[in-house]
């Protein structure tokens, strides 16, 4: 620790500080975790800005020029229909952010939803809900979405919805775990005594105190739920064309990686490096937020 944040430190302590300030002073002080989350925001915004700044039309098509290496005019060249790579990879970023972002949301609001419930309830309704979660768990969730695609269709709600709806199992388990460590203390048993009901007890007083591990949970679940994605469009079950995710652009790369290898190498470094950032955020928020399990 250098002069600069030895004395940063002693400031905070000279002030006084809050959990949620000391966590986000520990997240600085992690260099990957900082990388990852510039790089995060970085694709975002310029996923949100395709329209924009795409050099050339999304479907727009040139069969005389044919599938070409890097160029000046093409930075990650073209594909076989002509159709310009780096254009495809910021669309095609759209969705899988997307289904990173939306899926990882409903398996959140499941398993939060779930986990308190049965953290607080506790005795048999505990039980009752804990075996079913490990009745879907033990379940091969991978049949389970392609079972949902196949009879349902194709369609990009319920790829949301169906990956959503086997990534919530784990959630509920850690919400559980740590309601139930919260149940028992005297804010608790003071709401408890005021008359307050069990939904605003859960909404109001420890759904907000087990926000540290739902947080970091959740950033490590969104790279899950990208790579599920990924392969599922691999597989032809995901987005399907003219749309395209960056696991549909690696299936077409696969494909002609023979002839024409930066259709795979760059939509599969973009995935790459996009998981790499998210791990290490979610890393990163781990160690900010609960030091003494890191150490350990």
């Not at 696991?247 to 490096?273: A, K, N, Q, R």
Request: glycine content about 8%.
């Amino acid at each position: 620790m250098n002069s600069t944040q030895h004395s940063e430190l002693l400031d905070n302590i000279i002030r006084g500080t809050s959990l949620w300030e000391d966590a986000l002073y520990r997240l600085r002080q992690n260099k990957l975790a900082m990388i990852g989350m510039v790089y995060l925001i970085f694709m975002v915004i310029i996923c949100l800005l395709t329209p924009w700044i795409a050099p050339y039309g999304y479907e727009e098509q040139n069969l005389r020029l044919g599938a070409v290496p890097p160029n000046a005019e093409h930075w990650l060249g073209t594909d076989t229909f002509g159709r310009d790579m780096l254009t495809r990879i910021l669309y095609g970023g759209r969705l899988s952010l997307l289904v990173g972002f939306i899926a990882t949301a409903v398996a959140l609001v499941i398993g939060v939803t779930y986990g308190a419930i049965a953290g607080y309830a506790g005795g048999k309704t505990d039980n009752v809900m804990m075996r079913l979660v490990d009745i879907f768990y033990a379940l091969p969730y991978m049949i389970f979405i392609i079972l949902l695609m196949v009879v349902f269709g194709r369609n990009l709600l319920l790829l949301f919805l169906a990956i959503g709806a086997v990534e919530w199992l784990v959630m509920a388990r850690i919400v559980r775990g740590q309601i139930q460590s919260l149940r028992q203390q005297e804010y608790v048993e003071a709401a408890m005594s005021l008359g307050l009901s069990p939904a605003a007890i859960i909404i109001k007083h420890l759904i907000p105190n087990a926000l540290g591990p739902v947080i970091v949970y959740t950033t490590l679940t969104i790279p899950n739920v990208m790579l599920l994605e990924a392969f599922l469009s691999f597989l032809g079950l995901g987005i399907q064309p003219p749309q395209s995710s960056w696991g549909v652009l690696i299936s077409y790369g696969v494909e002609t990686m023979e002839e024409y290898p930066w259709l795979l190498i760059f939509p599969g470094l973009v995935l790459t490096l996009t998981l790499f950032a998210l791990n290490f955020l979610g890393d990163g928020l781990r160690d900010a937020l609960d030091p003494k399990a890191s150490k350990d």
